[in-house]
């Protein structure tokens, strides 16, 4: 496994959305800051989007439905990823996210 890290990181990083309620507002679709924050993420060209909470889990997978991406990236726990490789097994394989993606 390859660890990536997004060009916006650390003190340069943004939130996914949820963390300011945004989880339960509805958004002008130009100005929705999960899916901003997964096309930078994107731009790694990742096989996981690795979260530490289940608020960017959710806005994670939406984000990524919404790019059109479900069924090449898949977000995941970072809880699920390190279970995997303590059990020795590589990390797991991206299957497609459980939200649809917009038409």
Not at 16 to 25: H, L, P, S, V
Not at 52 to 66: A, K, Q, R, V, W
């Amino acid at each position: 496994m390859t660890v990536l890290e997004a060009e916006r990181n650390k003190n340069k990083s943004v939130c996914c959305g949820a963390g300011g309620g945004r989880m339960w507002m509805e958004e002008e679709p130009e100005h929705r800051v999960n899916e901003m924050r997964v096309g930078q993420l994107l731009q790694e060209q990742p096989d996981i989007i690795g979260v530490n909470c289940p608020y960017c889990l959710t806005m994670m997978e939406d984000g990524i439905g919404s790019k059109g991406k479900s069924e090449t990236v898949k977000a995941m726990d970072l809880a699920e990823i390190l279970a995997a490789r303590l059990a020795g097994r590589p990390a797991p394989e991206p299957e497609p996210n459980k939200i649809e993606e917009e038409s």
